[in-house]
Protein backbone atom coordinates (compact mmCIF):
# COMPACT_ATOMS: atom_id res chain seq x y z
CA UNK A 1 0.00 0.00 0.00
CA UNK A 2 2.91 2.40 1.05
CA UNK A 3 4.62 1.86 -2.13
CA UNK A 4 1.77 2.22 -4.18
CA UNK A 5 1.00 5.66 -2.85
CA UNK A 6 5.11 6.56 -3.18
CA UNK A 7 4.66 5.38 -6.53
CA UNK A 8 1.66 7.20 -7.21
CA UNK A 9 3.06 10.73 -6.05
CA UNK A 10 6.53 9.69 -7.51
CA UNK A 11 4.05 9.48 -11.61
CA UNK A 12 2.04 12.68 -10.25
CA UNK A 13 5.68 14.78 -10.00
CA UNK A 14 6.59 13.44 -12.65
CA UNK A 15 3.22 14.29 -14.47
CA UNK A 16 3.63 18.01 -13.46
CA UNK A 17 6.84 18.52 -14.04
CA UNK A 18 6.12 17.36 -17.89
CA UNK A 19 3.58 19.80 -17.98
CA UNK A 20 5.57 22.39 -16.62
CA UNK A 21 8.28 21.86 -19.22
CA UNK A 22 5.74 22.11 -21.76
CA UNK A 23 4.21 25.07 -20.91
CA UNK A 24 8.02 26.66 -20.59
CA UNK A 25 8.64 24.88 -24.40
CA UNK A 26 5.41 27.30 -25.37
CA UNK A 27 6.53 30.38 -23.82
CA UNK A 28 10.54 29.56 -25.23
CA UNK A 29 8.72 29.77 -28.58
CA UNK A 30 9.32 33.33 -29.15
CA UNK A 31 11.68 33.02 -31.00
CA UNK A 32 10.24 31.39 -33.72
CA UNK A 33 7.25 34.37 -33.13
CA UNK A 34 9.72 36.73 -33.83
CA UNK A 35 11.02 35.26 -36.99
CA UNK A 36 7.61 34.46 -38.17
CA UNK A 37 6.68 38.19 -37.45
CA UNK A 38 9.78 39.52 -39.44
CA UNK A 39 8.78 37.48 -42.09
CA UNK A 40 5.41 38.88 -42.51
CA UNK A 41 6.54 42.49 -41.90
CA UNK A 42 9.17 41.98 -44.45
CA UNK A 43 6.65 40.91 -47.18
CA UNK A 44 4.85 43.91 -47.33
CA UNK A 45 7.88 46.12 -47.01
CA UNK A 46 9.17 44.32 -49.88
CA UNK A 47 5.73 44.41 -52.36
CA UNK A 48 6.21 48.28 -51.23
CA UNK A 49 9.71 48.85 -52.98
CA UNK A 50 8.35 46.86 -55.96
CA UNK A 51 5.14 48.77 -56.22
CA UNK A 52 7.22 51.97 -55.85
CA UNK A 53 9.79 51.31 -58.56
CA UNK A 54 6.97 50.10 -60.87
CA UNK A 55 5.19 53.40 -60.58
CA UNK A 56 8.59 55.24 -61.10
CA UNK A 57 8.58 53.48 -64.43
CA UNK A 58 5.11 53.94 -65.24
CA UNK A 59 5.27 58.22 -64.62
CA UNK A 60 8.81 57.63 -66.36
CA UNK A 61 7.53 56.77 -69.96
CA UNK A 62 6.79 59.45 -72.43
CA UNK A 63 4.08 60.14 -71.87
CA UNK A 64 3.47 59.13 -68.12
CA UNK A 65 0.93 56.25 -67.81
CA UNK A 66 -1.04 57.73 -64.85
CA UNK A 67 -3.66 54.92 -64.73
CA UNK A 68 -1.16 52.05 -63.90
CA UNK A 69 0.98 54.78 -61.40
CA UNK A 70 -2.31 55.39 -59.72
CA UNK A 71 -2.83 51.33 -59.46
CA UNK A 72 0.89 51.18 -57.50
CA UNK A 73 0.32 53.84 -55.27
CA UNK A 74 -3.20 51.87 -54.70
CA UNK A 75 -1.03 48.69 -54.07
CA UNK A 76 1.39 50.36 -51.97
CA UNK A 77 -1.35 51.81 -49.34
CA UNK A 78 -2.23 48.59 -49.18
CA UNK A 79 0.97 46.93 -48.35
CA UNK A 80 1.35 49.69 -45.46
CA UNK A 81 -1.96 49.01 -44.22
CA UNK A 82 -0.84 45.21 -43.93
CA UNK A 83 2.48 45.61 -42.62
CA UNK A 84 0.41 48.22 -40.10
CA UNK A 85 -1.88 44.95 -39.36
CA UNK A 86 0.78 42.93 -38.47
CA UNK A 87 2.38 45.36 -35.99
CA UNK A 88 -1.49 46.09 -33.93
CA UNK A 89 -1.36 42.28 -33.58
CA UNK A 90 1.95 42.40 -31.83
CA UNK A 91 1.12 44.54 -29.77
CA UNK A 92 -2.19 43.14 -28.53
CA UNK A 93 -0.27 40.21 -27.97
CA UNK A 94 2.52 41.52 -26.08
CA UNK A 95 -0.31 43.36 -23.70
CA UNK A 96 -2.25 40.01 -23.42
CA UNK A 97 1.06 38.05 -21.51
CA UNK A 98 1.32 40.75 -18.98
CA UNK A 99 2.08 39.50 -16.06
CA UNK A 100 0.16 37.36 -14.12
CA UNK A 101 1.11 37.59 -10.58
CA UNK A 102 0.96 35.31 -7.86
CA UNK A 103 3.00 34.44 -4.40
CA UNK A 104 6.24 32.91 -5.85
CA UNK A 105 8.90 31.54 -4.08
CA UNK A 106 12.20 31.94 -6.37
CA UNK A 107 14.08 29.33 -4.94
CA UNK A 108 11.42 26.63 -5.83
CA UNK A 109 11.48 28.59 -9.26
CA UNK A 110 15.25 28.13 -9.63
CA UNK A 111 14.71 24.13 -8.84
CA UNK A 112 12.57 23.64 -11.30
CA UNK A 113 14.45 25.22 -13.84
CA UNK A 114 16.95 22.90 -12.68
CA UNK A 115 14.93 19.64 -12.97
CA UNK A 116 13.91 21.05 -16.68
CA UNK A 117 17.92 21.74 -17.43
CA UNK A 118 19.63 18.80 -15.95
CA UNK A 119 20.02 16.70 -18.71
CA UNK A 120 21.39 19.61 -20.42
CA UNK A 121 23.49 20.51 -17.46
CA UNK A 122 25.10 16.75 -17.79
CA UNK A 123 25.30 16.34 -21.71
CA UNK A 124 27.45 19.36 -21.40
CA UNK A 125 29.22 18.33 -18.26
CA UNK A 126 28.35 21.29 -16.03
CA UNK A 127 28.49 21.07 -12.24
CA UNK A 128 25.82 23.44 -11.08
CA UNK A 129 26.42 24.63 -7.44
CA UNK A 130 23.12 26.40 -5.64
CA UNK A 131 23.78 28.59 -2.59
CA UNK A 132 20.19 29.13 -2.53
CA UNK A 133 19.30 31.87 1.12
CA UNK A 134 16.87 29.73 3.32
CA UNK A 135 13.57 31.55 3.97
CA UNK A 136 13.88 33.61 1.33
CA UNK A 137 11.04 36.18 1.13
CA UNK A 138 8.51 35.36 -1.19
CA UNK A 139 7.78 37.75 -4.36
CA UNK A 140 4.70 38.39 -6.38
CA UNK A 141 5.37 37.24 -9.60
CA UNK A 142 4.17 35.21 -12.93
CA UNK A 143 5.46 31.94 -11.87
CA UNK A 144 6.01 30.83 -16.04
CA UNK A 145 7.43 34.24 -16.96
CA UNK A 146 10.24 34.33 -14.31
CA UNK A 147 10.81 30.57 -15.05
CA UNK A 148 11.92 31.22 -18.49
CA UNK A 149 14.12 33.88 -16.75
CA UNK A 150 15.83 31.99 -15.06
CA UNK A 151 16.06 29.38 -17.87
CA UNK A 152 17.29 31.45 -20.29
CA UNK A 153 20.15 32.74 -17.50
CA UNK A 154 20.91 29.21 -17.19
CA UNK A 155 21.34 28.06 -20.65
CA UNK A 156 23.06 30.94 -21.64
CA UNK A 157 25.71 30.09 -18.56
CA UNK A 158 25.82 26.61 -19.85
CA UNK A 159 26.10 27.88 -23.79
CA UNK A 160 29.14 30.43 -22.53
CA UNK A 161 30.85 27.74 -21.22
CA UNK A 162 30.80 25.00 -24.45
CA UNK A 163 34.38 25.80 -25.54
CA UNK A 164 35.76 25.84 -22.09
CA UNK A 165 38.35 22.55 -21.51
CA UNK A 166 40.52 24.23 -19.21
CA UNK A 167 39.00 24.50 -16.05
CA UNK A 168 35.82 23.51 -14.23
CA UNK A 169 32.38 24.06 -15.79
CA UNK A 170 30.91 25.35 -12.64
CA UNK A 171 27.56 27.65 -13.03
CA UNK A 172 26.42 28.89 -9.62
CA UNK A 173 23.38 30.30 -9.15
CA UNK A 174 22.43 32.34 -5.66
CA UNK A 175 19.36 33.71 -3.91
CA UNK A 176 19.39 36.06 -1.19
CA UNK A 177 17.51 38.97 0.71
CA UNK A 178 18.45 42.21 -0.36
CA UNK A 179 18.04 45.73 1.42
CA UNK A 180 14.90 47.52 0.95
CA UNK A 181 12.26 44.62 0.50
CA UNK A 182 13.89 43.22 -2.65
CA UNK A 183 15.18 39.74 -3.60
CA UNK A 184 18.06 38.86 -5.75
CA UNK A 185 19.29 35.76 -8.02
CA UNK A 186 22.16 35.33 -9.59
CA UNK A 187 23.45 33.07 -12.27
CA UNK A 188 27.12 33.05 -12.43
CA UNK A 189 29.32 31.11 -14.80
CA UNK A 190 32.81 30.20 -15.69
CA UNK A 191 32.31 30.86 -19.63
CA UNK A 192 34.00 33.15 -22.40
CA UNK A 193 33.11 35.98 -20.17
CA UNK A 194 31.75 39.33 -21.63
CA UNK A 195 33.96 41.95 -23.02
CA UNK A 196 33.26 45.86 -22.88
CA UNK A 197 31.47 45.80 -26.07
CA UNK A 198 29.05 42.80 -25.59
CA UNK A 199 28.47 43.96 -22.02
CA UNK A 200 27.01 47.06 -24.08
CA UNK A 201 24.58 44.75 -26.84
CA UNK A 202 23.60 41.94 -25.09
CA UNK A 203 20.37 42.74 -24.35
CA UNK A 204 19.67 44.48 -27.56
CA UNK A 205 16.74 42.48 -29.34
CA UNK A 206 18.28 39.71 -32.05
CA UNK A 207 22.13 40.31 -30.49
CA UNK A 208 23.47 36.90 -30.75
CA UNK A 209 27.27 35.51 -31.31
CA UNK A 210 25.79 31.98 -31.91
CA UNK A 211 25.35 30.44 -35.05
CA UNK A 212 21.91 29.02 -34.12
CA UNK A 213 20.98 31.48 -31.32
CA UNK A 214 17.98 34.21 -31.93
CA UNK A 215 19.05 36.82 -29.81
CA UNK A 216 15.95 37.12 -27.74
CA UNK A 217 16.39 35.15 -24.65
CA UNK A 218 17.83 38.60 -22.54
CA UNK A 219 15.88 41.59 -23.99
CA UNK A 220 12.82 39.21 -23.13
CA UNK A 221 13.83 38.31 -19.77
CA UNK A 222 14.70 42.01 -19.31
CA UNK A 223 11.56 42.93 -19.95
CA UNK A 224 9.89 40.29 -17.69
CA UNK A 225 11.92 41.58 -15.07
CA UNK A 226 11.34 44.99 -15.44
CA UNK A 227 7.17 44.31 -15.62
CA UNK A 228 7.84 42.67 -12.21
CA UNK A 229 9.40 46.00 -11.04
CA UNK A 230 12.74 44.97 -10.87
CA UNK A 231 15.99 45.10 -12.49
CA UNK A 232 18.14 42.54 -14.35
CA UNK A 233 21.92 43.31 -15.20
CA UNK A 234 25.26 41.57 -16.24
CA UNK A 235 28.55 41.27 -14.17
CA UNK A 236 31.97 40.93 -16.03
CA UNK A 237 34.58 39.08 -13.64
CA UNK A 238 38.01 39.90 -13.88
CA UNK A 239 39.30 35.95 -14.39
CA UNK A 240 36.25 34.12 -15.95
CA UNK A 241 32.84 33.66 -16.99
CA UNK A 242 30.16 36.58 -16.05
CA UNK A 243 27.09 36.84 -14.50
CA UNK A 244 23.46 37.53 -14.71
CA UNK A 245 21.79 38.75 -12.09
CA UNK A 246 18.15 40.39 -11.19
CA UNK A 247 16.26 41.76 -8.21
CA UNK A 248 12.59 42.05 -7.61
CA UNK A 249 10.93 43.40 -5.05
CA UNK A 250 9.54 41.07 -2.35
CA UNK A 251 5.55 40.71 -1.51
CA UNK A 252 4.04 43.80 -0.34
CA UNK A 253 7.22 45.16 -0.25
CA UNK A 254 6.76 47.13 -3.61
CA UNK A 255 3.96 49.16 -1.98
CA UNK A 256 6.49 50.24 0.36
CA UNK A 257 8.90 51.81 -2.19
N1 LIG B 1 26.58 34.04 -19.56
C1 LIG B 1 27.04 34.63 -20.69
N2 LIG B 1 28.39 34.71 -20.94
C2 LIG B 1 28.83 35.29 -22.08
N3 LIG B 1 28.04 35.83 -23.01
C3 LIG B 1 26.72 35.79 -22.83
C4 LIG B 1 26.14 35.19 -21.66
N4 LIG B 1 24.80 35.31 -21.75
C5 LIG B 1 24.55 35.94 -22.91
N5 LIG B 1 25.68 36.23 -23.57
C6 LIG B 1 25.80 36.90 -24.89
O1 LIG B 1 24.60 37.59 -25.16
C7 LIG B 1 24.04 37.13 -26.38
C8 LIG B 1 22.54 37.24 -26.34
O2 LIG B 1 21.97 36.32 -25.42
P1 LIG B 1 20.44 35.94 -25.56
O3 LIG B 1 19.64 37.19 -25.65
O4 LIG B 1 20.08 34.98 -24.50
O5 LIG B 1 20.34 35.25 -27.01
P2 LIG B 1 20.95 33.85 -27.53
O6 LIG B 1 21.19 32.99 -26.32
O7 LIG B 1 19.90 33.31 -28.43
O8 LIG B 1 22.20 34.21 -28.27
C9 LIG B 1 24.61 35.74 -26.55
O9 LIG B 1 24.62 35.32 -27.90
C10 LIG B 1 26.01 35.90 -26.00
O10 LIG B 1 26.87 36.49 -26.94
MG1 LIG C 1 19.85 32.80 -24.66
Redesign the pocket.
Known amino acids: MLDLTERKRAEEALRKAQAELAHIARVMTM?ELASSIAHEVSQPLAALVTNSNAGLRWLARDPPDLEEARECLRRIIRDGKRAGEVITRIRSLVKKSAPAKARLDLNEAVQEVLLITNAEVRRHRVFVRTELAAALPPVQGDRVQLQQVIL??V???I??MREVTDRPRELLIRSRPEESSHVLVA?Q?R????DEQ?LE???EAF????PE?????????RSIIEAHGGRLW?VAHRDY??T?QFTLPTEGGSQQV
Open positions: GDLMNGEAVDGIGLSRVFYTTKGMGMGLSISPGAF
